[in-house]
């Protein structure tokens, strides 16, 4: 168990939808990360926020958005749902940036039908 | 474009033997390099990680090499134990700039008892 929560565990929803993602952080960890797994791929880096700020952005569409809480969890919100958001969602969180150790949640799978 | 980049999907090893994963960067700028293992239906798990100021670091069965002229890196696993089946995810980051990880599309290790 890394310590990092996420919910749910799996989603299923029709083109169109919004979701929202959740993930809560170790215990005194800062940032949080979030990453895609497509089918066959790598993850693939979205976003990360530190201590409540956004601090980098990756391959993040316009469609998606997060945010990190006074409480340091973090929402990930996807909107108008398309077929190739199918993915599993990964959360992920360091003590502050990357050379620190980044511990992984157990994943949200998102399926669009 | 894919700046790390793991060519064999899959890799298989009898049990007792060396298990070598490897992986190749193109970002000169990658100076600190990870390795994750990732069973399914969870998480990625951090294994070892090395900085670019070193050409080898060791953990138990586990040791990482880094090749910076050849952009390369390799994981070795010796002796290979049936546990060690799993996805091996190759990572870096650049320390300066955006604090986020590249991986590599992974590699399905499967150690035959």
């Known amino acids: 168990d890394s310590g990092v929560t996420q919910t749910p565990k799996h989603l299923i929803t029709a083109t169109g939808q919004r979701v929202t993602l959740r993930c809560s952080p170790r215990s005194g960890d800062l940032s949080v990360y979030w990453y895609q797994q497509s089918l066959d791929q790598g993850l693939q880096f979205l976003i990360q926020?530190?201590?409540?700020?956004?601090?980098a952005k990756g391959n993040i569409l316009e469609r998606f958005s997060a945010q990190q809480f006074p409480d340091l969890h973090s929402e990930l919100n996807l909107s108008s749902l398309e077929l190739g958001d199918s993915a599993l969602y990964f959360c992920a969180s360091s003590v502050v940036g990357a050379t620190d150790t980044q511990y992984f949640g157990p994943g949200t799978r998102l399926t669009v039908l | 474009d894919q700046q790390v980049k793991q060519n064999s999907p899959s890799l298989s090893v009898q049990e007792g033997r060396i298990s070598i994963l490897n992986c190749d960067y193109t970002?000169?700028?990658?100076?600190?390099f990870l390795w994750y293992k990732k069973y399914p239906a969870e998480g990625p798990t951090f294994l070892i990680s090395i900085s670019s100021i070193k050409d080898k670091n060791e953990d138990g069965r586990f040791t990482v090499f880094l090749n910076k002229s050849a952009k390369h890196l390799s994981l070795h696993i010796v002796p290979s134990q049936p546990g060690d089946s799993a996805v091996y995810f190759c990572?870096?980051?650049?320390?300066?700039?955006?604090?986020?990880?590249?991986f590599g599309t992974g590699t399905r290790l499967t150690v035959i008892p």
């Open positions: 926020y530190y201590n409540g700020e956004e601090r």
């Open positions: 970002n000169s700028m990658f100076d600190y």
């Open positions: 990572a870096a980051s650049a320390q300066t700039g955006a604090n986020n990880l590249f």
